[in-house]
Nanobody, 124 residues
């Protein structure tokens, strides 16, 4: 069974940085798309970034381009989301999810597995 576990959330002031990690157990990440999504208060759930490791292709939503970077982590089966220059509107619960194959623009509902989420709070 595949399990996605997120970590690294927390509280940070505007302009600060956080690094989220997603550990996806029991799969070979080379053949899976890992996506990060967020649910912010009063907003629809949003796809933040995704990566297909086999060819290094990535996707970012416009609001995080040049601020967030998704990458394979140094630890096995880990994908990281480095978030810099955080803004209050980045506040939300961040989920990682896994989907077999290259599906960089899939919605969260289309993913095969997802984690429980980690809270990110950015104060102004």
């Amino acid at each position: 069974q595949v399990q996605d576990v997120e970590s690294g959330g927390g509280f940070v002031q505007s302009g600060g940085s956080l690094r989220l990690s997603c550990v996806a157990s029991n799969i070979n990440l080379d053949f899976w798309t890992i996506g990060w999504f967020r649910q912010s208060p009063g907003k629809e759930r949003e796809a933040v970034a995704s990566i297909f490791s086999r060819d290094g292709s990535t996707y970012y939503t416009d609001s995080v381009k040049d601020r967030f970077t998704i990458s394979r982590g140094s630890a096995r089966n880990t994908v990281s989301l480095q978030m810099t220059n955080l803004k209050p509107e980045d506040t939300g619960v961040y989920y990682c999810a896994a989907k077999f194959g290259q599906h960089l623009r899939a919605s969260l509902d289309e993913y095969d597995y997802r984690g429980q989420g980690t809270q990110v709070t950015v104060s102004s």
